[in-house]
Structures are given as structure tokens and as C-alpha cells.
């Protein structure tokens, strides 16, 4: 599942990336509030961690712009401010959750994984499928032909975007920024290496193969017409 932080405070920032990206969600920073603006109103994302005091366009009016564009993604508020007041303000504004700075990554976790139970945001299935492969992202689990597949958090990351975007060629640019958030830098093999170990996992002893090289261009997953679901 993909997650946005808008978060000004860098150390925080970085830590919750870190601990998400850890936990096995493709995580997009934002590091000022016009930045999380545009992201959050063109990006397709599972669930927002927003920061109220931003320097710029503060969080309230983030979430209010996401709201009048009938966009119900859940949005929970990580913020200083701990009065009653703040509280019901965020709340009346359509915040879905509300946790006071400082505050335990394990609680955070907790309620992040309770709102993407829920739903609301953009994707609301929370299995993918192709063929036989079968992916639950709340459970952290992935399956074919009913057989469990041991996977690590990046590879887990790896596979739910090649499910999502089932189909299409995905250049290793894209796949190094949405899955290790990096620029990609051609002289490392660690998107090639990570594909091969999740090729051994995945199709190694099924048929059809779902994972594709495409030379010069990039990976795809993908299933033959007529694939058994």
C-alpha cells in the first residue's frame, strides 16, 4: 500500500519513512505543505499521515482541498497541538484519526493500519490478484496457488507495484523511486538483483511465468489470457 507523509520537521519525517518503508509501505515524503498539496491531490495513495504546522499551506487546508475534490482517502493527523479545540477542529475538517507529537511508532503503526482497514481511499481492495498470485495487503501475505511465499518488506513493496500495475513496462527509474525512494543510479544492480530473488519466489515452479524482462526498457508482471484466477 502506497502512504504519504507531509511533514516539515526532518527528523520525523525521515523516521516515519523509514519505520513505514520498513513495515512494507511504499512511502512518499513531502517536506512542506505546497509540495503535500500537489501530491496529495494528484497522487493515488492509501492513506496520509499530515502534519498540521506546515510553513506554507498548513494541513487543515490540505485536507479540506482533498475533501471539496471528494477525495475520502483517510487522513491521519500527527501534530504538537493537544487541545480539545485542535482535536475537534482536525476532526470536523474530515481528519479520520488524530495523534499528539511525541508520540510511539508502534501506536502510529497500529492506527495506520486500522485506518487502511477501514478504507475510504482511492484503493479500496485490499487483495491483488493475477493468475494465481494473490496478494493481501493488510495481512502482509502473499500466496500462489494457495502456496505461502516468504517475502521481505522490499520485495513485498516490489511485487504490490508490479500487481498494481499489472501489464505495463515499468523502467528501473520508476521502480527505484516508488519502491528504495531513490534516483537511479546505473551503475547499481540492486532493482536487478531484488527482481531475480522475486522471480525465484514467485515463478520458480509455476506456470505461466509472471514476472518479464523487457530488454532495454524495464520489468513487467503479467499473466497469459485466460490465466486460472
Do not use: C
Not at 10 to 16: A, C, E, R, S, V
Amino acid at each position: 500500500m502506497k502512504l504519504l507523509i507531509v511533514e516539515d520537521e526532518q527528523k520525523i519525517g525521515d523516521y516515519l519513512r523509514q519505520g513505514l518503508t520498513e513495515a512494507g509501505f511504499v512511502v512518499d515524503l513531502a517536506r512542506n505543505g505546497l509540495d503535500g498539496h500537489h501530491l496529495a491531490m494528484t497522487g493515488d495513495y492509501d492513506l496520509v499521515i499530515l502534519d498540521i504546522m506546515l510553513p506554507d499551506i498548513n494541513g487543515l487546508k490540505i485536507l479540506s482541498s482533498l475533501r471539496e475534490a471528494g477525495n475520502r482517502v483517510p487522513v491521519l493527523f500527527l501534530t504538537a497541538r493537544d487541545t480539545v479545540e485542535d482535536r475537534v477542529t482536525g476532526l470536523e475538517h474530515g481528519a479520520d484519526d488524530y495523534l499528539v507529537k511525541p508520540f510511539a511508532f508502534a501506536e502510529l503503526l497500529a492506527r495506520v493500519r486500522t485506518l487502511l482497514r477501514r478504507g475510504g481511499g482511492p484503493s479500496l481492495d485490499s487483495r491483488l490478484r493475477v493468475a494465481d498470485l494473490e496478494l493481501d495487503l493488510l495481512k502482509r501475505r502473499a500466496t500462489r496457488a494457495g502456496k505461502p511465499i516468504k517475502l521481505t518488506a522490499k520485495e513485498f513493496a516490489l511485487l504490490e507495484l508490479l500487481m498494481r500495475r499489472k501489464g505495463e513496462v515499468l523502467p528501473r527509474s520508476l521502480i527505484a523511486s516508488q519502491v528504495w525512494d531513490m534516483n537511479f543510479d546505473s551503475d547499481t544492480n540492486v532493482i536487478d538483483v531484488a527482481i531475480r530473488r522475486l522471480r525465484v519466489k514467485v515463478d520458480e515452479g509455476f506456470e505461466p511465468r509472471l514476472i518479464h524482462t523487457v530488454r532495454g526498457m524495464g520489468y513487467m508482471l503479467d499473466a497469459p489470457e485466460g490465466s486460472a484466477p
